[in-house]
């Protein structure tokens, strides 16, 4: 059977990961690599701001809203309350980072 080929690098993981000196001629090369990083840092930044980042913590924080009510007014569970209590956190939490993203894109209109 033949051996599978391994994959290759490419060359801009590879510089991200090398510090170079910054001492005589290698200048040249630290400026490039810290370049590098800039330009790898600037393509991983989150590109869903705006109402389009608001859609999904939206729909979560109503959903755990729906849990916590279900869990509390319709479980026979005896731990009804403990779960339903858990629930309510959670949706707490997410409400809560909700209305962060809506201040934060009322603030730039």
Do not use: Y
């Amino acid at each position: 059977m033949p051996k599978a080929q391994g994959r290759k690098k490419s060359s801009a993981v590879r510089n991200s990961s090398r510090v170079a000196p910054v001492s005589g001629k290698n200048t040249a090369l630290a400026h490039e690599t810290r370049v590098d990083r800039q330009a790898i840092v600037q393509q991983t930044r989150p590109t869903n701001t705006g109402i389009p980042g608001m859609i999904m913590p939206g729909m979560v924080a109503l959903g755990c809203w729906g849990m916590a009510f279900t869990f509390t007014v319709f479980s026979t569970d005896p731990n009804r309350l403990l779960f339903g209590g858990m629930a309510a956190l959670m949706a707490l939490m997410w409400s809560v980072s909700f209305g962060m993203r809506v201040r934060k894109v009322l603030r730039q209109k």
